[in-house]
Structure formats: C-alpha cells, structure tokens
C-alpha cells in the first residue's frame, strides 16, 4: 500500500487546468528588496514596464512601478498598529460570507489588526472545494505559493491549494482532481478565486514581496466565527468540515483574542 506521502505527491501533480492565472506565477523569493517610500509617490498606471513588455515583467518591475505608491498607502495603517514596515509576518483572513480580507501583521510581538479590504468577487457558496470546475473558493489555511507578476487579471497571489489537507481527504474520498491555481488577484471576477480591485491587489502583491511569500499565511472561512460558529452542520458538507472549521476558528480566534476588528472599509 501506498504511503500517504506518496499519494499526496502523486495527487499533487494533477489540475492541469488554468482558472484564474493567466500566466504561469513567478516564484518568489526571499531576495526581493523593500523598494523605500517617496514623498507623495504618484500610482502609475497600468503601463508596460520599463525594459519588458506585458508577460515578461518581474516582481521587480512591479515593485518599481508600484512599490513606493503602495508602501505609502499601506505605513500609516502600520504606524497606527505600531508595526514595523514590512512587518516580520503577515496573515490574511478572507471571509467568504463578509466579502472581507482582514490584514493581521507582527514584527517582534504579537500580531496586530492592520486594516481589510473588500472582496469584490468569490464565487461559490459555504463550503470548501472538493474538485476541479465547482468553482468554490477553498476555506482551509494557506500560503502563498508565488507572486505572479504577468496575470491576466492584473497581478495575483497563488495560493498553495490544494494542501496537504486537502489532498489527504480528496485521497481518502477518490477524488483524483480536487483542483488547482487558486489566486488571489485584481479585477472583479471569480473563478474560484479571490477577487480583489486592482489597488488593492497592488498592495498585497507589495506586501508580500517585502515580506516574503513564506512569511504571508492565509486563512479563508466560510464566515467570521468571531461573529458565530462555523457549523458543519449543513447538508452535503464532507464528513471531516467539523475538523476543518475547528482549525480555522482557531487560527482566526488565535489573533484577536477578546477583540473584533472595525467594520470592513467601504461597507
């Protein structure tokens, strides 16, 4: 029999279709440099970078065109939390029902509310994935896989779906494509993914490069189980949901304890 180490593996490299990518992500690295903030640094368009044409830019072309606009948007929200810029760690929380991503960062301490953004799009209900083409977005704890600097949709954040979880359950239920390229990105359209405005993708994409894509976790939940408990009782959820959502709440509950964040910008 099969190890399960080997049945992920082999599981791992099935989902040849595309959904929300565009392009092949680049992957980041612990290389990229903190481009430093100008005074009163102007949002430049989206326009072809200097020395690339569109599909062969690089997350330095994009820090470049980006990066002193979007680290100064993003510092005053730091200050105000009294966390350093880039922080040393980053979480987001995206809540599916909310249409919300909450932005948590520490450096030395504990982690600290930055702000949230709205979710444009995410299609799907309650629920997580379980196959290619259902077009649910994932609820589970993530990372970010790599920074891709020439998507369709503007840029985007892959996401490491499906995890190690993931694939232990779709294992276990013969679901031989649970899925694959689920992105956080810009423009207002959903695949699966999650879709954010195009300014804002500009700050996280930034974010994540000056913190490191290793350093930046994920947590998308059904709904805030701040709020009221994720349930797994409703019909057609799998038989492990009371595990998944018990691992969520904790994540979530494990960064604010005792405190909620403000109502969600723009709502």
């Known amino acids: 029999m099969k190890s399960t180490a080997k049945i992920i593996v082999g599981l791992a490299a099935t989902g040849a279709l595309i959904a929300c990518s565009g392009q092949k992500p680049a992957t980041s690295t612990a290389s990229v440099m903190a481009v430093k903030p100008q005074a009163q640094a102007a949002r430049k368009i989206h326009d072809i970078p200097r020395g690339g044409l569109f599909g ?19 510092k005053p929200h730091f200050d105000k939390a009294k966390v350093a810029y880039p922080p040393r760690e980053v979480t987001f929380i995206a809540l599916k029902q909310e249409k919300k991503l909450e932005l948590w960062a520490r450096d030395s301490g504990e982690f600290r509310f930055i702000r949230d953004y709205r979710i444009r799009a995410a ?18 704890i993530y990372r970010i896989a790599g920074l891709n600097p020439n998507s369709h949709f503007h840029l985007s954040m892959k996401l490491n779906y499906p995890n190690e979880f993931d694939l232990f359950h779709a294992w276990q239920e013969g679901r031989s494509d649970p899925g ?31 913190v490191g ?27 492990w949901a009371p595990e998944l959502y018990s691992r969520i709440s904790r ?10 964040p403000v109502a969600a910008a723009g709502l």
């Open 56 to 74: 062969q830019r690089t997350v330095q072309d994009v820090l470049q065109m980006y990066g002193a606009y979007a680290t100064n948007k993003l």
């Open 123 to 140: 299609s799907g209900v309650s629920g997580p994935k379980l196959r290619e083409g259902d077009m649910q977005v994932p609820e589970g």
């Open 180 to 210: 694959s390229d689920i992105f956080i990105h810009g423009k207002a359209n959903s695949l699966g993914c999650l879709a954010m405005d195009d300014e804002t993708i500009e700050e996280l994409f930034v974010l994540a490069a000056h």
């Open 213 to 239: 894509a290793e350093n930046v976790k994920v947590v998308i939940a059904p709904h805030d189980p701040r709020t009221f408990p994720l349930k797994a009782d409703i019909g057609g959820l799998p038989a």
């Open 251 to 260: 994540e979530i509950k494990a960064l604010s304890p005792g405190s909620k």
